[in-house]
């Protein structure tokens, strides 16, 4: 058993949702207790989707169990293919009916259904959302793909792509699609199909018949990707176009796959971010330490940006899904730092306060560790909550994906300067420290044995909790390391309590401080 | 389409008198009873909540709790692994290993609730006796116990029913000669339960207590001379947990609105002999107030119809509030379970007219909310957003449990609740 409050992933079968909602006119039967409906509403509630997903529920109840849950599972099968008439079921069962035995598979074969019904395998107990939503992908394609589709001739005609892997509930996919589409436009490449967003069944039987694959969420369209490289022949497009470098890279890699000219498509200049990050007024993002977390595929291509592109330090990177860890440990071994593979946000927590970082790019959660520790922070990854599925135009792919990027990570630091200056000023007039971050007012933090009866604000704590009870510090020393800003004073504490240790310093004085500094100093 | 034309052949009625109720069974589109915790926890502070359970059971925590999740919650998962399942560990074992872990980073928790989930109750993993081994353990400092928030046996507001039903064994017994208290039974927001005791106290009734206590290890005493209103409808189980131990219930009106509120204080005031006048002159203010808060919204509210799709078992009395006092017109009332006795005299308010249902086969149901197109459909946050997206106004159902909405002050804010959707559809332009 594992002690869990907070889950970066759902199980499974929701992974299989994203990918039964994204689809038009497929349909899930899923096997599942009264009370699993819950994750419609991450559906219409989070993504805001004006149709229920596309879900249709056993909901079997206790006094259910002694008698034939299997029935109940064939009427809702059943019911559902009158009612939506789809082109294609999937058929699965959740955590629960895994444990009951029913089999859905077997149990949808012997029923002469109208349409294909597609059973699905997902070990609940093992695996989780992404795997879920990618082991669907794949047996949705396998299923339906049709084997005798035959490629024409690349002579006189423009080359095919499939894009595959923008999905329900996925961290801006909707908006990184136009931008990839895009780039298609400019280099004369047609899109065969976009699946799963928006395709049907149907749709799905002519995915042999374009000439290579985009694998734009390789957690989502890895498998199938395999699958059609060697069934189809189809090579398939691995680089992911997060960043001005990164897109680049795509464009000529998929200019290279279709033969085609890459130079309109890397002639857009609708790139802000190269002079941005040049103009004198990011100069002071140099060096500035980030911790990176998230899925694996955005938690890579944020460490890119954030070295290449904007000068940063990278001094953390991890990522949460298991199945792809091995692409963050390379790239934490380029950056020199310990790749952080774990689905435990304490371990997360922990690693950040270790860090201690400047700026943290993570999910929801590390946005929550970040205000808790009052440090910035930027939402680079799924999971993520209402407010990350915008109105607005706001891709994290192609050169417009590069402008949003640097707009949504510098804005937290600029906050972060304001904060400084509000905090150089406080001795001045009403600044007081007790004031506390103004942007975050509402979490001040708290101790940490605290519970729900300690919200007493007026004693505010430290925003970093200190390493040590700070007897060593006189009390010269620790005046002067309060006027250090905030966000930075855990860290200078920890160093110059490092320092001293090392230097077998009794006692922390001024001159223990300021010599810590120097040593420090880069 | 008349009421009696939807009744199906299972929906025949024990008694006479009594009204016809559409059952149906199908699809549920409705949350399961660990969803109780996200509110519980915040009542009882002393209190931890501990799901032993599967991913999904976590991540509906997480889902339904938003962003409360990250104020070091007083609940979480114990998450059963491939390993727990193929019989690797012995899953007391692991119990027990992470039970420990647990109090020992929380050492502020009194009492620790091993709550049942679909996964745990189809192994049939016995938490009443992990509850009785952990307790002996850890007893007198944590009290340990247990109850089923699973979907299988519980629908949403039920979680708590079986969460408070655990806590009645453990409520101290008052003697067969102590004199006559009370006890108010359903959690509810501290300013509401506030304003009660406060009135209570003016009425003379002095030995008022509450389940849940804000304290789980402060339990109020319970004994033959116990009389007990019951705050909300959703408490079958634990109402007869009270019986059992010669509690008896005071039959009202539940708290919703001027006339529920005065109904259900009047319950009170009866068992314990207060003076007529005294009853009135005590009640009056809130009253008056009730109607006046109430009376804004009336415009806005009264001859529209409304449908409830089944989610709390708040919708009968909710139904009962909106056509009294503010003249709407319930098409169909859906409850996830229905009550008989307790409900009786809300039943008994609702006009004819309106359609009771019990259960639901969610497609169907929704088929009978397009053919009767109500002007306000009070349903789930999975079904919201496409109901509007066809034109129908809806209000999600899961606020009107987090909101005080009991008592006479609350019943503007209740009124409210309904009104703000229709509004915004008027004053919305694009």
Known sequence: MQLSVWTYEGPPHVGAMRVATAMEKLHYVLHAPQGDTYADLLFTMIERRAKRPPVTYTTFEARDLGKDTAELFQTAAREAAERFEPQAMIVGASCTAELIQDDPAGLSEAMDLPCPAIPLELPSYQRKENWGAAETFYQIVRSLADKKVVRLDREGRAARANILGPCALGFRHRDDLVEIRKILGALGVEVNLVAPLGATPQDITQIGAADFNIVLYPEIADEAARWLEKTFDQPAIRSIPIGVGATSAFITDVAELAGADPTPALGDNHSRMPWWSRSVDSTYLTGKRVFIFGDATHAVAAARIARDELGFEVCGLGCYNREFAREVRAAAKEYGVEPLITDDHLAVEEAIAAASPELVLGTQMERHIAKRLGLPCAVISSPVHVQDFPARHSPQMGFEGANVIFDTWVHPLVMGLEEHLLTMFREDFEFSDEAGPSHHAAHTPRSSTGSAQSANADRPEEPIVAANDGSIWTSEAERELKKIPFFVRGKARRNTEAFALDQGRAEIDLETLYDAKAHYAR | ?430
Request: net charge negative.
């Open chain 2, 1 to 430: 389409m008349s009421a009696a034309s939807t009744l199906t052949g299972c929906a025949t009625p024990s008694e006479t008198a009594q009204r016809p109720v559409l059952r149906e069974r199908g699809q549920r589109e409705v949350f399961c009873g660990l969803t109780g915790i996200v509110w519980l926890h915040r009542k009882m502070q002393d209190a931890f909540f501990l799901v032993v359970g599967s991913r999904t059971c976590a991540h509906l925590l997480q889902s339904a709790a938003g962003v409360m999740i990250f104020a070091e919650p007083r609940f979480a998962t114990a998450i059963m692994e491939e390993r727990d399942l193929a019989g690797m560990v012995d899953c007391q074992d692991e119990l027990d290993r992470v039970v420990g872990r647990l109090l020992e980073r929380r050492p502020d928790i009194k009492t620790l609730f091993l709550v049942g989930s679909c996964p745990s109750e189809v192994i049939k993993l016995d938490l009443a006796k992990a509850a009785e081994r952990l307790g002996a353990q850890h007893m007198p400092a944590v009290r340990i116990l247990n109850y089923s928030g699973s979907g299988i046996e519980t629908t949403f507001t039920q979680g708590e029913d079986a969460c408070l039903a655990a806590l009645v064994p453990e409520m101290p017994a008052a003697s067969p000669d102590a004199p006559q208290d009370l006890l108010i039974v359903g959690s509810l927001p501290d300013i509401v339960e506030d304003q009660f005791l406060r009135l209570f106290a003016q009425l003379g009734i002095e030995r008022v207590g509450c389940l849940p206590a804000r304290n789980a290890r402060d339990l109020p005493s319970i004994g033959p001379n116990t009389r007990y209103l019951l705050a909300q409808p959703f408490l079958a189980e634990t109402a007869m947990a009270l019986e059992t131990r010669g509690a008896q219930r005071l039959d009202a009106l539940f708290p919703f609105g001027a006339e529920g509120t005065t109904s259900w204080l009047k319950a009170a005031a009866d068992a314990f002999d207060v003076d007529e006048m005294h009853f009135n002159r005590v009640i009056a203010p809130g009253r008056e107030r009730a109607k006046r808060a109430i009376s804004h919204a009336k415009a806005q509210l009264e001859g529209k119809r409304i449908s409830f799709l089944p989610d709390s078992q708040l919708e009968v009395p909710l139904a009962r509030f909106l056509a009294t006092e503010l003249d709407m017109v319930p098409v169909e009332v859906g409850t996830p379970y229905l009550h008989r006795s307790h409900c009786a005299q809300e039943l008994d308010l609702i006009p004819p007219s309106a359609r009771i249902s019990e259960g639901q086969d969610v497609e169907r149901q929704l088929d009978r909310v397009r053919a009767d197109k109500p002007d306000l459909t009070v349903c789930g946050l999975g079904l919201a957003n496409p109901l509007e997206s066809e034109g129908l106004s809806t209000k999600w159902a899961i606020e009107l449990v987090f909101s005080p909405i009991h008592g006479f002050d609350q019943a503007g804010d209740l009124a409210e609740l309904f009104a703000r959707p229709l509004r915004r559809r008027d004053v919305l332009e694009v």
